[in-house]
């Protein structure tokens, strides 16, 4: 079978049991549910339990999504997994989770940082993969446990941030013009200081002082993100859309990054389509980065808002600052 296109066979995710509200962190920090809610449209998030690892949500999303495609670990011949928190700085995130998933040992196992546009970046190298005849059956998995690498202490960036995990199974098909029907990547290396964990890496090692500065933070300058989110977002959106000879009328629905509703709704307008056609669950989960995607991806296929024949349209930016989008036929 000459493979040409890389489909989407299932679709899985989690989110920790526990929940923290805006409320509670209000009592904790000076914060209040009004400012976060008309800032960002978020109004509470999942937070991992102590002791519940990255990879352990990722194991969690991964064995839903193949149990959707109806298939098991033992198929799984490539695993892409797209995080900026892994277990560990060594080794990869992705060889935790194949281990304790019970993915082959011969299936090509790796991470792929791009932040919050990290699992349109694994989707879109997957696919590759895939379309080239040389794996059969990946699972692009898109995690992120940023209660890890907040500062609870700073209301800037703590209020925004949740954990989650996201996952998709992609096969081949000899049918053209279906599945994952192409991707846009791309990103600003001049911007890295926007939205960065300062220390911990080879340029500033993880040393006392560094901790003691919070440098093993996550640190964001959070007006300057935003103004940039807006503009690639659009571009990254507009430019997969003229590839394709597509109008943005023709999409059924967009799933974009869920940081911001106040983003969604600036896209939403640059697009010219309503709010009806795009997943927003930012409500609900905050920003779970390398997450967001695919878990709003998986609630709105499990909520029967994607039918056959049906265009979708994602888009995200994230640390880097990437960004990428991608359109998909069901
Ligand atoms: N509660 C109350 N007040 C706050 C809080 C808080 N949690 N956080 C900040 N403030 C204060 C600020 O100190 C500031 O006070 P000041 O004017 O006295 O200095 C004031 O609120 C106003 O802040 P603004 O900058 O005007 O708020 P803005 O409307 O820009 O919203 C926000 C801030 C929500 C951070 C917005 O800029 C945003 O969403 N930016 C994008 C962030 C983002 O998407 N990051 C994720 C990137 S993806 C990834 O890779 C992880």
Redesign the pocket.
């Known amino acids: 079978m000459a493979i040409r296109s890389s489909i989407i066979l299932g679709t899985g995710s989690y989110a920790p049991e526990r929940i923290l509200t805006n409320e509670e ?1 209000s009592q904790k ?4 549910d009004e ?2 809610r008309s ?2 449209g978020i109004r509470e998030r999942h937070i991992a339990a102590p002791g519940e690892a990255t990879s352990d949500m990722a194991v969690q999303a991964g064995r839903r999504a193949l149990a959707d495609a109806g298939l098991t670990p033992e198929d799984i011949d490539l695993l892409v997994v797209a995080t ?1 928190t892994p277990d560990m700085t060594l080794p990869a995130c992705a060889c935790i989770i194949q281990h304790k998933l019970g993915v082959p040992t011969h299936a090509a196992c790796f991470d792929l940082n791009a ?3 990290g699992f349109i970046y694994g989707l879109d190298t997957a696919s590759a993969m895939i379309q080239s005849g040389r794996y059969k059956k990946a699972l692009v998995i898109g995690v ?1 446990k ?1 209660s890890a690498i907040v500062d609870w202490n700073d ?7 949740g954990d989650g995990a996201g996952a998709v199974v992609l096969g081949g098909s000899d049918q053209p013009d279906t599945g994952v029907l192409g991707a846009k990547l791309g990103a600003y290396g001049d911007s890295v200081n926007l ?1 960065c964990v300062p220390a911990g890496g080879s340029s500033n090692p993880a040393t006392a002082e560094a901790i003691a500065a919070g440098d093993l933070f ?1 640190k ?1 300058k ?2 300057e ?2 103004k940039l ?1 807006v503009r690639a977002m659009d571009e990254a959106a507009r430019d997969i859309l003229e590839q394709h000879g597509f109008h943005s009328d023709q999409i059924a629905l967009v799933i974009p ?1 869920q ?2 509703l ?2 969604i709704d600036a896209v939403a307008s640059y697009l010219k389509l309503p709010m009806d056609r795009f997943v927003v669950n930012v409500d609900r989960y905050g ?1 779970t ?1 390398a997450a967001s995607v695919p878990l709003a991806l998986d609630e709105a296929r499990k909520a029967g808002r994607i039918k056959p024949g049906d265009i979708t349209l994602l888009v995200a ?6 960004y990428g989008s991608a359109l998909i036929r069901w």
């Open positions: 962190l920090i000076e914060t209040s400012w976060i800032r960002s900026v932040a919050c546009s992120d940023l209301r800037n960036t703590c209020v925004l941030f939205l996550m964001m959070g007006k993100v935003f989110a990054h940081a911001n106040r983003i920003n980065s930016f994230g640390a880097g600052l990437t």
